[in-house]
């Protein structure tokens, strides 16, 4: 499953959610029929709740969405928290330059001088801007994830190229 976003709390009383989208391009959810939702983004695939899709669109920087069979504020609620998901094969190819996080974690990290900065552990969205969690034994680095940092992704060699040195 590629986690997409979190449910933050209802929207209304008609059963609606207000939704965390994780990455730039919410809108295109809508076309997909189902979404998934778990307690955990660790959740195995085969436990994932399958839910089918009645409506969504945008409010603020996110998304607020509705679910079948979700009519009111108190059924609303009980999926605060959760994560959304789709199988890989429900979304759309990403565009040349854009990437699920779900493939950028575990990737290694190197300085433009090929020094290893360490691996992707996770990434967060600040609002400006997404960030690289880099994980090197007991040193974090957080690198935004920008062109004038990011200087090249290479999905096949799992490896990212970054402008940024080890000391910072």
């Known amino acids: 499953m590629i986690v997409l976003g979190r449910v933050i709390a209802p929207y209304g009383t008609k059963g609606w959610l207000n ?5 730039d391009d919410p809108l295109s959810w809508g ?14 695939d085969d436990l994932w ?13 996110g998304l607020v969405a509705c679910f079948e069979g979700i009519t009111d504020r108190t ?4 999926l605060s928290g959760r994560y959304v998901a789709a199988p890989r094969e429900s979304l759309p190819p990403p565009e040349e330059n854009e990437y699920y996080w779900s493939d950028l974690i ?6 433009e001088a090929g020094e290893p900065l360490g691996e992707v552990t996770k990434l967060l ?13 007991d040193t974090e680095r957080l690198i935004p994830f920008v062109s004038a940092y990011v200087l090249d ?16």
């Open 19 to 23: 939704i965390q989208p994780f990455g």
């Open 31 to 44: 076309k997909m029929p189902h979404w998934w939702l778990a307690s955990n983004a660790e959740t195995p």
């Open 49 to 61: 709740m399958r839910y089918a899709l009645h409506g969504c669109h945008t409010h603020g920087k």
């Open 75 to 78: 059924a609303a609620e009980s």
């Open 106 to 111: 575990g990737m290694s990290v190197r300085s």
């Open 125 to 137: 969205s600040t609002g400006a801007h997404d960030v690289l969690q880099v994980q090197d034994g």
């Open 153 to 168: 992704v290479d999905l096949v060699a799992r490896s990212i190229r970054t402008a940024w040195q080890k000391d910072w």
